[in-house]
Nanobody, 114 residues
Framework: QVQLVESGGGLVQPGGSLRLSCAAS????????MGWYRQAPGKQRELVAR???????NYADSVKGRFTMSRDNAKNTAYLQMNNLKPEDTAVYYCNADYFSSFWGQGTQVTVSS
């Protein structure tokens, strides 16, 4: 059974930081590209960051220079370090694992507000 469990969300003030984690089980983690997506109320789910099997990353323009995605294959975990958070970053953040199939976590809420 595949499980992706996100953690690390919460309420933070503008300019603050959070680190999201995605712990994976039931998959060969090192074979999977991993991604972070987000969905704000009334909006479509969008790609935030993605990391390939080889560790290459790509980011949405809106988060470049502020967010950093990484992976630890030994721990079967992907991370998203989010710095200089803005109110427009408020959303539910979802972890995705992609190989032959695509799997999703349940999401973690990030709220940026003063």
């Amino acid at each position: 059974q595949v499980q992706l469990v996100e953690s690390g969300g919460g309420l933070v003030q503008p300019g603050g930081s959070l680190r999201l984690s995605c712990a994976a089980s039931g998959i060969i983690f090192s074979f999977n590209a991993m991604g972070w997506y987000r969905q704000a109320p009334g909006k479509q789910r969008e790609l935030v960051a993605r990391i390939s099997v080889s560790g290459r990353t790509n980011y949405a323009d809106s988060v470049k220079g502020r967010f950093t995605m990484s992976r630890d294959n030994a721990k079967n975990t992907a991370y998203l370090q989010m710095n200089n958070l803005k109110p427009e970053d408020t959303a539910v953040y979802y972890c995705n694992a992609d190989y032959f199939s695509s799997f999703w976590g349940q999401g973690t809420q990030v709220t940026v507000s003063s």
